[in-house]
């Protein structure tokens, strides 16, 4: 499904590649966090056991470049053996990136997508009333909104004329007002990684991909990455109540994370990932065809300030994730006019970057995708039968 050439960044092994992959291996199999170059897929558990450990690092990527670790096999090898549908169970796979982070993701900041938000919320979640709110929404707001500082006078002066027009908008006031929207995305360990199902639930009938970029966040509120993620939405549900958020967001095998975390280091840098470009293509097994793109340029709010807002009155001992937002949101017809987009089982979704690679799902029902066992508990037992539980000074 996935070849090295698309698994990797355009410049392939400069950077400092993080994964995280199921290692067959020894008296226990389990996750292993591992370094990826040119040389192979090294295993650097033995001295970081978890990918947070990892990033509490005072440089995470010198602390990744001068581990050895210890040779799994070639990028090939296992990227050949991470789809589900072609997995042997004797030889590893790679996973999400990430491991007890917890998944966080900030919404509506992008204007486009913000208006968008707006329909769905005018339609009770409807597709079929799309096409005809989007002109009305058009007509009303017409560009204001993309030229709106989130938080500013001319934000507070555009909200007064919009709640006099009987147009003001819950989206609207964390796309424009000064809080950010930001929410639990999904379970900490409950994201996929590159080639695995992707899920959304069987009842919804308005649905579409997200693709965004994430931030990586160390225990020490700072930024030390970037992945890639798709934080897949339930349009229908939402749309019907923002309170259904949760039920929207939050299903199994509905965050897809990946493929691996490119470290911050002379390569690579936070000023890259405000000018990143992330490509969109969905192919269906119905012909079916969708690109779209999100640039980060276009963002409403520097990721800095996102970042600043969800640690304002929050700790995350054990770091967080942070999808930054889309500016993509569909409205190409996948069947009748006016009828919009929305996923089919077998819909063939890729996410990509230059810098990060890309990331590669099948969509799947929730109900019907492989589910969720491994857990914090699970995590804990297992590095524990592996040994590698141990105390901050032994980990130093």
């Not at 096999?73 to 590893?92: E, F, K, M, W, Y």
């Amino acid at each position: 499904m996935q070849t090295e050439a698309q698994f990797l960044p355009d410049d392939g092994y400069q950077g400092s590649l993080l994964g995280r992959i199921w290692n067959p291996s020894g008296a226990c199999a389990g996750p292993s966090v591992v370094a990826v170059r040119a040389a192979g897929v090294f295993d650097v558990s033995a001295r970081f056991p978890t990918v947070a450990d990892l990033l509490d690092q005072a440089d995470p990527a010198s602390a990744l470049a001068g581990t050895p670790g210890v040779l799994l096999g070639s990028v090939a090898q296992i990227l050949a053996n991470t789809p589900a549908h072609q997995r042997t169970n004797d030889a590893p796979y790679f996973l999400a990136p990430i491991d007890v982070q917890v998944i966080k993701a900030a919404g509506v900041t992008f204007a486009d997508s913000l208006l968008e938000r707006v329909i769905e919320e005018h339609t009770k979640g409807d597709a079929s009333k799309a096409q005809a709110s989007r002109a009305l929404v058009q007509a009303v707001m017409g560009d204001g909104v993309h030229s709106v500082k989130p938080g500013s006078a001319q934000a507070a002066a555009l909200k007064q004329v919009l709640q006099e027009k009987g147009w003001w908008s819950q989206y609207l006031e964390v796309g424009i007002g000064p809080d950010v929207e930001v929410f639990t995305k999904a379970p900490v360990l409950a994201a996929v990684g590159t080639g695995q199902a992707v899920g959304i639930r069987s009842d919804s009938v308005w649905n579409n991909p997200e693709p965004e970029v994430v931030l990586v966040v160390n225990a020490h509120g700072r930024a030390v990455g970037a992945t890639l993620g798709n934080d897949v939405n339930l349009r229908d549900i939402e749309g019907r109540s923002a309170l259904l958020l949760g039920k929207a967001k939050d299903n199994n095998a509905s965050c897809a994370i990946g493929p691996l975390v490119r470290l911050f280091d002379v390569t690579f840098d936070l000023d890259d990932v405000r000018q990143m470009q992330v490509d969109l293509t969905v192919r269906g097994t119905d012909g079916f065809e969708m690109c779209g793109v999100n640039q980060m340029a276009r963002i409403s709010r520097d990721p800095l300030e996102i970042l600043a807002q969800t640690t304002a009155c929050h700790q995350y001992p054990d770091g967080f994730v942070l999808f930054m937002g889309t500016l993509f949101a569909p409205t190409q017809d996948r069947g009748e006019a006016g009828s919009g987009f929305t996923h089919q089982r077998g819909d063939v979704v890729r996410i990509r970057s230059s810098a990060l690679g890309e990331l590669c799902n099948v969509v799947e029902h929730s109900e019907a995708a492989p589910p969720w066992r491994f857990g914090v508990r699970a995590l804990m037992r297992n590095l524990g039968q592996r040994g590698l539980l141990r105390t901050d000074n032994e980990q130093a």
